[in-house]
């Protein structure tokens, strides 16, 4: 009590806790693992994804088949941890299980038994084997409970249970025994319990939720950084490896246009130049190509825990987008830095820091197109071909393979749509209206003297405003925005391909609808226990007594 009354410390004590319920304090730091990466065990990872529901608002779980391909003794390990929640977090939890050992049917409090569609027996674990001896069935001694009860339904299976040998043995059907167990004393309290109507009056207060999600956003943005700065973290060497290709581009890219190979005397010497900012623009413009495979690989654990309302959309996008902010800026620094006097660009100071800006925009905004195409084509296999498609009309429409005045009248909307011309209007802009471009003087085509300078932006189709550096930074400024917001409303609205649908045989629902059942309430036909659950305590009884159950 005292320790959990300490700000900042409670939280911490929450997480250790329901490790060690959950038998994962032993690999608390271990990575999960993927098919690339060995990570923990699979009982574990059962017990993590158990861990997730545990603490989101979902307070009641329906479990079903947990036990597939795990040992006796592992799902033995996981139901007993589901039990300790269940009695110490008042939760409900309700579990199939498929042939379960003694011990660990013996974890459960309430059980569920359903054959042919039809409840056989709903309640107190204790009075099962009570129910079918009054029915004239026993167990033996040496039999599991759980088999017994599989079998004892069964037509062929029945007879070897038959406990009064004064009478003839007499085949039970299933609808007998569920006639039956509504004149069993547990039957009768089940039917007297759901018969009196709930008093709302006695119900908490506290129980009505008007909030989707039962964290604040506070907490939530604090917790969502702090998983975006730890994934950062395991995967720096992206991040470094990043920094250095993008030095070791710049150091080829310098060589090839080097600055004393880089003169300003002529349009065509002009042209090398425009040719250097195209480079730039472009190795900029992918290298933020790394967050379509990053993001991709997050998308189905984002989707679980975005429909089991964890928290909205924004919570994961605003940390993935601000905590790149300072790597960008780092590569943006490192690119410039490189590359600006050593291909000898504009010397002036202020234009040094004006292309440092517009590298660092053309990043943020490529980032934003990439996490874009993620959140919409939400698999690697569509992003490379839609994705693509995107990227292809962006560089045809950019301005650059093709001139402006060449682009037809019909799909000039898609000029001023391409991010890339406002970045590469901006270079542009910035360098041609240096001194050096502008104190020089070349004859048109009328001999009439002009600015080289002006003509090299009118020789490459580039609009010839000196604002254009401002309408070019707002541009790349505004497509940022616009492709961040974009791939939240994806996530928000978009759910993942592919999701699987329940299906049944023909086989099974042509001998349901024989039986008189109709084709959605079918089941497999097979008799399956139901084990145990968790409800965090606005679970009561309509008595206001607690109503947490492992059933």
């Not at 999960?32 to 990466?37: A, H, I, L, R």
């Not at 109507?197 to 009505?208: G, M, T, V, W």
Request: hydrophobic share 45%; net charge neutral; glycine share 8%.
């Amino acid at each position: 009590e005292e320790a959990t009354s300490m700000e900042g410390v409670e939280s911490s004590l929450q997480t250790d806790y329901t490790l060690r319920i959950l038998g994962l304090d032993i690999c608390a730091d271990t990575i999960v693992g993927d098919q690339m990466q060995r990570g923990i065990s699979g009982g574990q990872k059962k017990r993590v994804t158990t861990g997730e529901m545990i603490v989101g608002p979902t307070k009641v779980l329906f479990m079903d088949e947990i036990s597939t391909g795990l040992d006796s003794s592992t799902t033995f390990q996981i139901v007993k941890c589901l039990q300790q929640i269940v009695h110490l977090g008042e939760a409900t939890i309700l579990m199939s299980l498929l042939q379960p050992a003694p011990e660990t049917f013996e974890l459960f409090d309430d059980i569920i038994l359903l054959s042919e569609g039809q409840i056989v027996y709903q309640g107190p674990r204790d009075f099962v084997l009570e129910f079918f001896e009054s029915c004239g069935f026993r167990c033996p001694e040496r039999k599991g409970t759980a088999d017994f009860l599989q079998e004892v339904t069964s037509k062929k299976d029945q007879e070897q249970y038959w406990a009064d040998k004064q009478r003839p043995y007499r085949y039970i059907s299933v609808s007998e025994f569920a006639q039956t167990f509504k004149r069993f004393h547990v039957g009768l309290e089940l039917e007297n319990h759901l018969s009196v109507p709930f008093d709302k009056s006695r119900s908490h207060q506290a129980a009505l939720v008007f909030s989707k999600h039962s964290v604040s956003t506070r907490e939530l943005l604090k917790a969502s950084f702090d998983k975006e700065w730890l994934l950062i973290k395991r995967n720096s060497f992206v991040y470094i490896f990043k920094t250095i290709q993008l030095i070791i581009v710049a150091l080829i890219a310098s060589t090839v246009f080097l600055r004393t190979q880089m003169h300003t005397r002529n349009l065509d010497d002009g042209f090398v130049y425009v040719g250097a900012l195209l480079f730039t623009l472009i190795v900029n413009m992918f290298n933020g190509f790394a967050e379509l495979p990053l993001t991709i690989t997050r998308l189905p654990v984002f989707f679980k825990h975005r429909d089991l309302l964890f928290y909205p959309a924004w919570i994961f996008t605003l940390p993935n987008v601000v905590l790149r902010i300072p790597f960008s800026i780092i590569e943006s620094i490192v690119w410039v830095v490189v590359t600006y006097y050593t291909m000898g660009f504009a010397p002036e100071a202020d234009r040094f820091f004006k292309q440092l800006l517009l590298v660092f925009l053309i990043q943020q905004m490529a980032g934003g197109l990439f996490r874009a195409i993620a959140g919409l084509c939400r698999s690697m296999i569509i992003a490379q071909t839609g994705g693509a498609l995107f990227l292809l009309i962006f560089f045809v429409l950019g301005g650059f393979l093709l001139p402006k005045d060449f682009i037809p009248k019909w799909w000039i909307w898609g000029y001023w749509i391409s991010p890339l011309v406002y970045g590469y209007n901006a270079l542009a802009v910035n360098e041609f209206y240096s001194p050096r471009w502008m104190d020089k003087f070349v004859m048109d085509k009328n001999g009439v003297p002009k600015r080289l300078g002006m003509a090299m932006l009118e020789g490459a189709n580039i609009f010839t405003d000196k604002n254009w550096f401002w309408i070019g930074a707002a541009g790349l400024l505004g497509f940022t925005i616009f492709f961040n917001v974009l791939f939240t409303l994806c996530l928000t609205y978009l759910n993942p391909l592919g999701k699987p649908q329940a299906v049944i045989s023909e086989e099974t629902a042509k001998e349901a609808e024989d039986n008189g059942l109709p084709r959605e309430t079918v089941s497999n036909g097979s008799t399956r226990r139901n084990g145990s659950t968790r409800r965090n305590g606005s679970m009561k009884s309509k008595d206001g007594s607690n109503n947490s159950k492992l059933f």
